[in-house]
């Protein structure tokens, strides 16, 4: 294929074989030259001759190395007209033993964007008058617009210009072209220019491998081989001459021309290398077409192909990150920047080792797929996010093959964030375990309560029976005291245990916080204890269930108060604002904050487990209790330790203006 720098992707390219058999039909030297390189692309015989080069050796030379001053001429306008026009330009041509030939050049631009020039080339021994007349003649410019059947964007504008230029040519009055039918036994002209009807619509694949399979040309006299031959002679034709078409050692069509009447026959040489020239053109523009047509089949599904991977890299939630044999990185998507905490242009030629940190069981996988075979399961890893924190995922590495070869390209690594996963599942098995504690729990309350009830009921009786200065009733207090705690215990395990649906409502939480902290006056009053709300103004709505909140600060108050009696009084401070959550959606932050002894270090981690407490009578269950109410509240409750005393810092969502009708 003739190469030329200045080619867009959407040109077709000149195939070289057949531009310089069309250079060989001029009997002046000639080539064909690239724009605005000068590259020489195709020359004929007699350009060879006149140089001194053999063919071979002028393909790819600069114009200019043959022709010194060339360029000057192209790049002053004038000159370049005159070039370009039958007045035409004397030059030296400076020959293989570097020899100077006065010569004559005429120029003619070709092609697309003018990309490609022919130029003629005329020694003193022709005038340029009679080099002008050549040039004028029909059989010249009908060779020059054989070219142009390269840029034609339809294979029927192709063949108009194969039909127009050989009929004239040839001199014909009728010719047409036929391709093989794959339909039915026969030839179909695929176009005519026929205007006395002379050639058939189509020629069955009998006639044509019994006479038409190679070369023929008959002028009326030669006794008729063939039935068109026969016809031609009833008509009075000058001749007729067809020639097959060749695909690929495969014959595919024919030629056929017809002369006109009353008229000398041509000479056969002549016609014959002009139709074999047409067949070539022929075959040229089919192929041509036939190559455009499937690479534009090749690159439309091409195209679609890379439109489903590109799509399936942006959204697929699995992070997939691209790496060369040598274990670089060199392509990531866009989930794999989320879950690693990597922008890409930041790991792009970095090792893999470097990103993906915190497991070794990735190496062994790596060099598998160097070897051609695929990981689907590393088992679940633990890996570091780029700000230190560990996440459990899934890994899967896939070697990337070339398909001609089967050779190892690349290596694609799938990562898959399964910490939500986890989270569920671990939330799952936590409510299935709870579901059976509940259940073991109903039955133990149920079980215990029956000999509490009888233990007590004793106690009433011998209490009523037993004279009142029995010196033991304190010993009987004591014990039905022991079974209202162990009832009272009873009732706060199922309490935690049981699942607690709550109805959730936009809820006012500095009215219910103010509701209770109005209860526990009088006992703060009595014990030196003062207390602070400081709300901050606008604060939106929470969806919660007023009584389970209602318990939860309850609770937090209670605690702080009793603190707070053990040291002679103190502060109690409740503050609340609107704060925007890591998750970016908004919130509230509730601090309920005392002044009392405060919580040791070494307990404060195990503050929220079922059952652990500090205090005598205590049953564990309080905080444990408020923790579970805040998590079905969707929110977070953590103890921030102070130099002096204690505080509790809720985070709880809020209403939004959609849901709150506002």
Not at 22 to 28: F, Y
Not at 227 to 256: T, W, Y
Not at 378 to 396: C, N, T, W, Y
């Amino acid at each position: 294929m003739i190469q030329n720098a200045s080619r867009t992707g959407k040109d077709i390219d000149l195939l070289a074989p057949e531009v310089s058999q069309l250079l060989d039909i001029s009997p002046d030297p000639s080539l064909l030259a690239g724009n605005p390189d000068l590259e020489i692309l195709a020359v004929n015989a007699s350009m060879a001759e006149l140089s001194g080069f053999t063919r071979d050796e002028l393909l790819g030379l600069d114009l200019e190395s043959l022709l010194p001053g060339i360029q000057q001429i192209r790049d002053n306008q004038t000159r370049y007209l005159e070039l370009h026009s039958l007045q035409g330009q004397n030059l030296d041509l400076v020959n293989r033993r570097k020899q100077k030939i006065p010569v004559h050049i005429q120029a003619k631009t070709l092609g697309k964007n003018r990309r490609y020039s022919v130029y003629t080339f005329l020694t003193p021994s022709k005038s340029p008058a009679s080099s002008s007349r050549d040039q004028e003649s029909p059989f010249y410019q009908n060779l020059l617009a054989l070219i142009e059947i390269f840029y034609q964007s339809t294979l029927e504008e192709a063949l108009e210009i194969i039909l127009q230029a050989g009929k004239e040519m040839l001199s014909a009055e009728s010719l047409g072209i036929y391709k093989i039918d794959s339909n039915h036994p026969q030839l179909k002209a695929v176009i005519l220019d026929n205007p006395s009807s002379f050639l058939p619509p189509t020629i069955s694949t009998t006639d044509f491998f019994s006479y038409y399979k190679d070369c023929q040309f008959s002028p009326p006299y030669k006794p008729p081989l063939s039935p068109l031959m026969e016809r031609a002679a009833q008509m009075g034709s000058s001749f007729v001459i067809s020639a097959p078409l060749d695909d690929s050692n495969a014959i595919s069509g024919l030629i056929v021309a017809m002369g006109p009447k009353n008229e000398p026959a041509p000479a056969r040489n002549t016609s014959v290398a002009t139709i074999k020239l047409l067949v070539a053109a022929t075959e040229g523009v089919f192929n041509n077409f036939i190559l455009k047509s499937n690479l534009n089949d090749r690159l439309t599904k091409t195209s679609l192909k890379k439109a489903i991977g590109d799509t399936i890299n942006k959204y697929m939630p699995e992070g997939i990150l691209y790496l060369g044999t040598d274990l670089l990185i060199q392509q990531v998507n866009p989930s794999a920047e989320q879950i690693l905490g990597y922008a890409e242009q930041e790991i792009i030629n970095r090792h893999i080792d470097d990103v993906i940190i915190g497991t070794d069981r990735l190496t062994p996988a790596l060099q598998d797929a160097l070897d051609n075979i695929p990981t689907h399961d590393l088992g679940q890893l633990e890996i570091h996010h780029r700000d230190g924190s560990v996440f459990p995922a899934l890994i899967k590495t896939f070697p990337v093959s070339s398909p001609e070869t089967n050779e190892v390209q690349g290596i694609l690594i799938f990562v898959q964030d399964i910490s939500k996963e986890e989270k569920v599942r671990i939330q799952t098995q936590q409510l299935e375990r709870r579901a059976l504690v509940g259940q073991m729990n109903a039955i133990f309350a149920h079980e215990i309560r029956n000999p509490i009830n009888n233990i007590t009921t004793g106690i009433q009786l011998l209490d009523k029976i037993l004279p009142q200065d029995f010196k033991q009733r304190d010993v009987l207090k004591g014990i039905n005291d022991d079974c209202d705690r162990l009832t009272h215990i009873v009732d706060t395990v199922l309490t935690f245990s049981k699942s607690q649906s709550y109805h959730r409502t936009p809820l006012d939480l500095p009215a219910l916080i103010e509701r209770i902290l109005n209860r526990w006056v009088p006992r703060m009053t009595r014990t030196s204890v003062s207390h602070v709300l400081k709300v901050e103004p606008d604060l939106p709505l929470v969806p919660g269930d007023d009584r389970a909140l209602g318990q939860v600060f309850n609770n937090l108050i209670s605690n702080a108060v009793r603190a707070m009696e053990e040291t002679g009084g103190g502060v109690l401070s409740v503050r609340m604002k609107k704060i925007q959550k890591e998750s970016g959606a908004p919130g509230v932050q509730i601090d309920v904050l005392d002044t009392g002894p405060g919580i040791p270090p070494e307990v404060q981690e195990r503050i929220f487990e079922p059952f652990f407490t500090t205090k005598p009578d205590g049953t564990g269950l309080g905080l444990s209790i408020t923790k579970q109410i805040i998590t079905m509240h969707e929110g977070t409750i953590t103890l921030e330790p102070l130099p002096e005393g204690t505080s509790f810092q809720i985070i709880l969502p809020v209403i939004n203006q959609e849901e709150s009708g506002e």
